[in-house]
């Protein structure tokens, strides 16, 4: 029962440096998406897919990138960590069509930049 | 544009008490509205969900209802027990996204 898996769990980072969060499902879910949750919030979307070779931004995109090669897997970037990146991470998935759908989370990355 | 507006926590109550956890949202269209718990250094995992106006969502004991005339999904449990301390997200989903509220912890006391 894999479900959605994201590595790595914790994670520090130097200011400036950069790193991939990866982020897999096996449900065959069209769609994924990376969400941040900061201490005492909710979470906010930071880029979402809805295929292969599909992305899109969310309300918080700004020092992340994303790609979606395969079904599969939708791993995010961060290219200059910043203080202000830290949170955690939060990937998900879900099988959407004209019904709705239900969204399923991965156990979260813990970031921390320094 | 669409939100989320949930209480403010923490809520304490003792274990057998009645929880009721507020939730209003604001969107355009007819979304989906769920109820998601986050245990202590876990990811979140859904808790109920309800599609359509009127609809009731339940599920451990949990349960809320769509109400379109007052744009509001509010949790309630009869009685509530230690291993429902949680963090509680109220989200409403539109287009395929799921837009949260800020989370609303509860503690339970024996």
């Known amino acids: 029962n894999a479900g959605v898996t994201q590595t790595p769990k914790f994670r520090i980072l130097k200011i400036g440096q950069s790193m991939t969060l990866q982020c897999t499902q096996d449900?065959?879910?069209?769609?994924m998406y990376w969400y941040r949750q900061d201490p005492g919030m909710g979470l906010k979307l930071i880029y979402y897919s809805v295929g292969a070779g599909i992305t899109d931004k969310g309300e918080v995109p700004n020092g992340y990138n994303v790609s979606r090669s395969t079904t599969e897997d939708f791993p995010l970037r961060l290219e200059l960590a910043a203080p202000s990146q830290t949170s955690v991470y939060f990937c998900?998935?879900?099988?959407?069509?004209?019904?709705?759908?239900?969204?399923?989370f991965g156990e979260g990355s813990w970031l921390t930049v320094v | 544009g669409n939100s989320v507006t949930q209480m403010e926590g923490p809520v304490t109550l003792s274990e057998e008490a009645f929880l009721t956890i507020n939730c209003t949202y604001t969107a355009t269209g007819y979304p989906s509205l769920f109820w998601y718990v986050q245990y202590p250094g876990e990811g979140l995992q859904l808790l109920l969900k309800a599609t359509k106006a009127d609809d009731k969502g339940s599920n451990k004991g949990f349960e809320a209802t769509y109400r379109k005339e007052t744009t509001s999904f509010h949790l309630e449990k009869g009685s509530v027990q230690v291993s429902d301390s949680a963090v509680y997200f109220c989200?409403?989903?539109?287009?395929?996204?799921?837009?949260f509220g800020a989370g609303t912890r509860l503690a339970v006391h024996p």
């Open positions: 998900a998935s879900s099988w959407a069509d004209r019904s709705g759908n239900t969204i399923y």
């Open positions: 449900m065959n879910h069209n769609y």
């Open positions: 989200a409403l989903q539109n287009a395929n996204k799921l837009i």
